[in-house]
Each structure stands twice: as C-alpha cells, then as structure tokens.
C-alpha cells in the first residue's frame, strides 16, 4: 500500500507525464521495451431493455442488475435535440435478469455516467455540474456529495465510471485520466492508474472488477455509430500494468457502463453518445453480455 505522499508524488509525474502524451506506468514500458500487449476479439449478445430512459451505468449485486439513468437537460438537452426533462433527478434501477423493474432509487446526480453500489449505498457519478459523487441510500437519501479528490473543493470535474471492491470505491476520473480508488469513509485517494494510452483509444468509460484486475470501456472519438471502433482493456490491479486489449467485432452494441456477473462482463448501451444522433446506435437502451472469441 502506497502512503498519501507516495500517491501524491506520483500523481504529479504522472500529470507531468500524461502532459507529454506517454502515460506513466507499466503499461508503456511493454512497448518502449518491444513486447507486444496480447489482444482479442469480442461481440455482444443483447439480455434486455432497461427501463424507459437513457442508461449510461451498471453494477451488480446479488439482488439483480443496478442500471444508472442518464439524463440531458439545460444546454446539453439542446445539444441532443431532447426535450427539457420534467424531473431532473436521476433513478437507479434494480432489475432482475430478465429486466423485471424491482426497485427504484431516486438520486439528484446529473448527466450520470458511472455508478457503483456497496457498503449499504448507491455511489452515482455526476458528469455535469455539480459534479461528483453521490452517496444515496436506498430510501433515496442523499447522504454526502463530495468532489473527486485532488481537484478544485467546487468541481472535481467528471467520471465516465464507477466500481465498489473490497470496501473501496474506485472512480474513472476524466480529469486525472486514470482510475482512482478512494477510501469512501475518509474520502482519501488511495492509487492512481493512469488510462490506457493508444492513438485510436483515447475515449474511456465504465470499469469493471475481476480477479485482481480492472476491465475498462475505451474508444475512437467518432461522430457517428458506424465510425466507431470500442475495445477493452484490462489492468493488473495492483500495479496498473496493462495485460491485455479487447477489439469489438463490427456491427456490436455501443458499451458504456461495465459489470461482472458470474465470469462475464456486462454492459448497456446509453443511446447518448457524444458527437452521435441520439439513439444512433440500434441497440440503444439494451443491456447487453460480451462474449470473447
């Protein structure tokens, strides 16, 4: 276990780093020294559609499917050509697995786009202001909202996803960009890994935990359903090195929240994709498994 200044330090050289377009961690010395990061292929298979409205994050527990819903509203509702939301708040969903609606959370986060639950409590993570993480329990109680840490007290800026493991919580963070696992008691960032970095994969979404490793949504910046090329990529946990990339095969759903259910990965496809129509994708709202091949 690293200690605060030992994380501090080397959050820094790897801000420094990142800077300079190379990410600091094990996962560029593969290339430096010539060793190739294994790679294969996947496709998804559709379970269900979530309940009506745009689902942007999953996490499983042993009571069924939690799905984060995701809505747009003010500027952003206008920039997808939505209409205005009557509610601004953002449910939880816990369904079972044929998608039978068992339970909803109400939650104040906005634009949705990670979410984890564990410890009693839904974790949602805010892509729009205000921002940041909301711990709500299951009475829709909001009990804290907090930035993610090492940025401004007021915006800690965005997340793309959200795991719980082992009484942590770990947040994809777009502005460290890295994975950051922070103590939910005392609010303390823990370890950093650093995002994945390749030309072609420079957009990063849901987490999800396994075995000691860290599977992560990535992608093309693309304008468009059929431009786009997902993939995974896996981390050693510990370490943050890099053990292997994931390449969808065409014509799969567009994956953005990511789970771990009985030794597969889960996913869901929003419908909203930056840059894209809304419900570009013909899968949109679907919950899906993917299946490596």
């Known amino acids: 276990m690293i200690t605060k200044r030992e994380f501090l330090t080397g959050s820094i050289g790897a801000g420094l780093a990142l800077t300079k377009g190379i990410a600091a961690s094990p996962q560029t010395e593969g290339r430096q020294s010539g060793q190739r990061i ?5 496709k998804t298979r559709k379970l269900f ?26 500027a952003q509702a206008a920039a997808y050509h939505l209409p205005e939301p ?13 998608g039978k609606l068992l339970k909803t959370v109400t939650t104040p986060s906005r634009n949705t786009s990670g979410m984890a639950v564990g410890g ?9 202001p205000p921002e940041g993480v909301f711990q709500v329990d299951m009475d829709s109680q909001l009990v804290s909202h907090r930035q993610i840490p090492l940025g401004p007290a007021e915006d800690g800026g965005g997340c793309h996803g959200a795991l719980w493991h082992d009484g942590k919580l770990w947040i994809a963070s777009l502005r460290l960009r890295g994975n950051l696992r922070v103590d939910p008691s ?12 390749a030309p072609d994969r420079v957009r ?15 992608g ?37 929240g990511l789970a771990m259910h009985e030794g597969k990965l889960i996913s869901c496809d929003a419908g909203i994709h930056p840059g894209w129509p809304t419900n570009d994708s013909p899968t949109a709202g679907w919950i899906f498994q993917v299946d490596f091949i």
């Open 38 to 42: 294994p790679s294969r292929m996947a």
């Open 49 to 74: 559609q979530c309940p009506p409205g745009f689902p942007n994050a999953i996490a499983v527990t042993p009571e069924g499917l939690w799905i984060g819903e995701q809505k747009m509203s003010g």
């Open 86 to 98: 009557k509610s601004l708040t953002e449910a939880a969903w816990l369904v079972d697995w044929n």
């Open 120 to 128: 009693g409590y839904i974790w949602m993570v805010a892509n729009a």
């Open 186 to 197: 005392t609010w303390q960032p823990e370890f950093l890994i650093p995002f994945y970095q």
């Open 204 to 218: 990063y979404h849901g987490i999800a935990w396994d075995n000691g490793t860290i599977w992560q949504i990535v």
């Open 220 to 256: 093309n910046d693309s304008k468009r359903y059929s431009e786009y090329r997902p993939g995974l990529v896996r981390y050693e946990a510990a370490t943050g090195k890099v053990l292997e990339t994931v390449d969808f095969v065409p014509d799969s759903s567009d994956p953005h």
